[in-house]
């Protein structure tokens, strides 16, 4: 068994390029100053599992821990390297500062162990909860890794070969300080915060002059108001609003037409460092564009007299990186013909993207995008949002999963692995909400009692469209607003599901592409996670169900869907 195992590993190891990258691993780490021991790791939430590479110059053995305090005792270690004999690979536990006892559960798989000029690198996923209580129970919370190596592949005492360092493997962000980092900060300026619940600013105004394109690589919230300030989003704007503007947001103004997301934070999150190889270009052919900053004031109970001077502070950079970023918002259209019932425990939303639509409107071949880290947002009644990605018809991946969604902690999260659109790829985004304390309908809209249902996603490489979201063709649906009983509230939600769904696409230049006649397509269960004794064999992607297919009208129309567009969001103000 073991020799051919052993051979297995080794054809894994070496060969060719492909077995080099068993997964693509997002994130990176030196865990020691000399930059000698490098961390890289991905997961995947719902399928609930956790890949690491543990790179160091030795040719010795390595091994690597997840510790409760930073030291070898009540560590999850893991060890390995290339031997005389060939690959060792265990699963570990230490009681002591000596050689930490072999687990009798081994929940971790090598995936590859290779020793190339002086230095080792071992790859290997586990479940992100196991059921071995030697293994250390993986949070979203900053975990202190420890790391050890030998100058020879006897694993006897590493002497100072060894070190700590603290990262939150399931929400880390980079933290990269440049030298010629300078910020710019996007704030207005002492506006007076009017005496009602909900209040939407917007400051449209220029970027610093920059005559060639620069990168933003870390947003930061300036909040002057911490009770008040719930989300912040910076929008470019076409080309043909050429005036400032402070004041109301949605009056019919035509910097109404800044669309195309920039910047986001909402209510809870932090500081957001996007990764190396990508940066939000602004500045060179995009000088002299304007910039929407729109902030929304949640003001519940209505104080007087306030003023702020709110904004973002972006961080930028000449150092261009590898890639240009965009967001892309998909969902619901926040228009206030769609109405959510009361009393319902778990009512359901969707909106869908065609990338089909964005050909049409770039008239020419789109990239793959790469989506690296995303903003799920809904309000109140909000209590779960999923995305899923379909090809062909059939799901292929979640894009997200945020089972339990709370409206006072939204953060852009860095996803654990790259998830790749294709073209002509589908995204549908849902949420699901509980109404159980309404007296009335809930509306989509912009205020905070009314309901939303995005996911703004972050890629690269960045394309010019910005905004491809939906909502249902609402005119045949009877009883829109009050369905008293759980069947009735039930076959509005289907009925909602199953008609037509009017998808809009808009781009860079404001130009929208229309298609009526777009469907729900069926999303999977999520698994359940629960604890797993060995990390999950591949799965495949089942069918999509049942597809409802319902022609109504023509196949689209351009031009006329920002118009569209804005016309409800300015009924749903
Ligand atoms: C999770 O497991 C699946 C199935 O084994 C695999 O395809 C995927 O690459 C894994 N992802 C990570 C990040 O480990
Ligand atoms: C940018 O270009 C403008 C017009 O071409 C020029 O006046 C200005 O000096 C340039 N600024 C910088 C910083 O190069
Ligand atoms: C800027 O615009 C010019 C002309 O439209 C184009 O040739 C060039 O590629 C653009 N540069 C960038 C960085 O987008
Ligand atoms: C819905 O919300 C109500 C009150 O807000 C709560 O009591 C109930 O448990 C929730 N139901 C579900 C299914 O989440
Ligand atoms: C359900 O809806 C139907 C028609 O839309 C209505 O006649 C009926 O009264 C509703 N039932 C309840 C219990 O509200
Ligand atoms: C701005 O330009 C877009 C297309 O680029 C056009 O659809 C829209 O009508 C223009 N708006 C105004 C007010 O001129
Ligand atoms: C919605 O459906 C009605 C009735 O089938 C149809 O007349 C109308 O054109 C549809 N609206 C859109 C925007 O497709
Ligand atoms: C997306 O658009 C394409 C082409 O217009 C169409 O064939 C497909 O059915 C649409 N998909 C969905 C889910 O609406």
């Not at 130009?511 to 799965?539: E, Y």
Request: glycine share 8%; proline share 5%.
């Amino acid at each position: 068994m073991w020799p051919q195992l052993a051979l297995f590993y080794l054809l894994m190891a070496w060969p060719t390029e492909s077995s080099a990258q068993v997964v693509d691993l997002p994130f990176m780490e030196y865990l020691d100053s000399s930059r000698l021991v490098l961390l890289r790791w991905g997961f995947d939430e719902v399928q609930g599992n956790i890949t690491f590479t543990v790179s160091i110059q030795t040719t010795g053995w390595i091994g690597f821990g997840l510790s409760p305090n930073g030291n070898m005792i009540g560590a999850d270690i893991v060890t390995g390297g290339v031997g005389t004999s060939g690959i060792y690979f265990k699963d570990r536990h230490s009681t002591g500062n000596f050689l930490p006892m072999e687990d009798r559960e081994q929940s971790y798989d090598l995936l590859s162990m290779t020793e190339v000029e002086g230095r080792t690198s071992m790859t290997f996923r586990r479940a992100i909860q196991t059921c071995d209580e030697d293994d250390f129970h993986i949070t979203a919370k900053p975990i202190k890794l420890i790391y050890a190596y030998g100058e020879t592949d006897e694993m006897k005492y590493h002497s100072t070969r060894r070190g700590t360092k603290e990262v939150n493997l399931l929400k880390y962000m980079p933290r990269v300080t440049l030298p010629d980092g300078v910020y710019f900060d996007f704030t207005v300026d002492n506006i007076p915060i009017p005496a009602r619940k909900t209040h939407y600013h917007c400051r449209v105004k220029k970027m610093p002059r920059l005559n060639v394109t620069h990168h933003v690589y870390r947003i930061e919230p300036v909040i002057d108001n911490l009770d008040l300030v719930h989300h912040m989003l910076l929008y470019g704007c076409p080309r043909n609003v050429t005036d400032d503007y402070d004041g109301n947001c949605y009056t019919g103004n035509i910097v109404d037409s800044c669309f195309k997301v920039t910047a986001a934070w909402a209510v809870g999150g932090g500081a957001f460092e996007l990764p190396e190889e990508a940066g939000i270009p602004i500045g060179g052919n995009n000088s002299n564009i304007l910039y929407r900053l729109e902030i929304h004031y949640n003001n519940p109970t209505s104080v007087a007299g306030r003023q702020d001077s709110s904004g973002l502070r972006l961080y930028y950079t000449s150092k261009l990186r590898k890639h240009s970023v965009g967001t892309l918002t998909t969902g619901v259209v926040p228009a206030g013909v769609y109405t959510i019932p009361r009393g319902a425990t778990q009512f359901h939303t969707y909106g869908t993207c065609n990338t089909s639509l964005f050909s049409e409107l770039m008239q020419g071949p789109v990239p793959d995008l790469q989506v690296f880290a995303m903003l799920l947002h809904t309000h109140l009644a909000g209590r779960t949002i999923r995305a899923g990605l379909f090809r062909d018809g059939k799901q292929v991946d979640f894009l997200a999963v945020d089972k339990n969604y709370d409206f006072e902690m939204q953060e852009t999260v860095n996803v654990g692995n790259i998830k790749t659109i294709k073209p002509n790829d589908d995204i549908l985004v849902e949420c699901t909400y509980n109404t159980t304390n309404r007296n009335g309908y809930t509306t989509m809209g912009l205020s905070t009692t009314d309901e939303m249902c995005l996911a703004f996603l972050l890629y690269y490489p960045e394309i010019p469209v910005h905004t491809c979201w939906s909502l249902p063709n609402m005119s045949n649906i009877e009883n829109v607003n009050q369905p008293a009983d759980q069947q009735n509230i039930t076959n509005y939600e289907n009925e909602l599901r199953t008609n037509p769904q009017i998808q809009i696409v808009t781009d860079d230049r404001s130009l929208s592409f229309v298609h009526v006649d777009g469907m729900v397509l069926n999303m999977k269960d999520t698994p359940a996670v629960s604890c797993r004794s060995n990390p999950p064999t591949v799965t495949t992607a089942s069918s999509g169900g049942s597809r409802h297919r319902l022609d109504v009208g023509g196949g689209g129309g351009g031009g006329g869907g920002a118009l569209l567009l804005l016309l409800l969001l300015w009924s749903a103000v």
